[in-house]
């Protein structure tokens, strides 16, 4: 077998992987039914009518909640790969996590003073 190009086996691995996307996008649209009925064009198919305008402005205080929440969550996974290697980390290693936590806590009495944690 003559050398391929360094680029080849992940091209070939792309066309597949669309081939493979594109056929099962096809053959669910070619074995669905298509039988529309007036309910099940409503805008919702559990057949209740809509209460009130379909477009609510959301309040940014749940955006605020849960963005909050994303990065508290995200820096809280920072201390199990320290708590796994604790007992080679030493003494700094300590202090350095000390001085993380101080800064989450900080930041989480800064979200609690600005009200981003009230659910109102």
Same mark, same amino acid.
């Given at each position: 077998?003559? /050398?391929?190009?360094?680029? &080849? $086996? ?19 649209? @070619?074995?669905?039914? /298509?039988? #529309? $009925? #007036?309910?099940? @064009?409503? #805008? ?5 009518? &809509?209460?009130? #305008? =379909?477009?609510?402005? %959301?309040?940014? +205080? !749940?955006?605020? !909640? ?16 320290? =708590?796994?290697? !604790?007992?080679? %980390?030493? @003494?700094? =290693? !300590?202090?350095? +996590?000390? =001085? ?21």
């Amino acid at each position: 077998m003559e /050398h391929v190009g360094p680029y &080849t $086996t992940i091209v070939i691995a792309l066309a597949v992987g669309f081939l493979c996307l594109f056929a099962g996008v096809l053959i669910s649209w @070619l074995l669905s039914p /298509h039988n #529309p $009925t #007036p309910l099940k @064009l409503e #805008p919702y198919e559990c057949g209740e009518p &809509t209460v009130g #305008p =379909a477009r609510v402005r %959301l309040r940014t +205080m !749940f955006y605020l !909640f849960a963005l909050v929440f994303v990065i508290f969550d995200v820096e809280v996974i920072f201390l199990f790969p320290w =708590a796994v290697a !604790f007992r080679e %980390l030493g @003494l700094f =290693a !300590f202090l350095e +996590m000390l =001085a993380f936590i101080g800064i989450l806590l900080l930041g989480l009495a800064y979200a609690w003073r600005k009200g981003a944690l009230t659910w109102r």
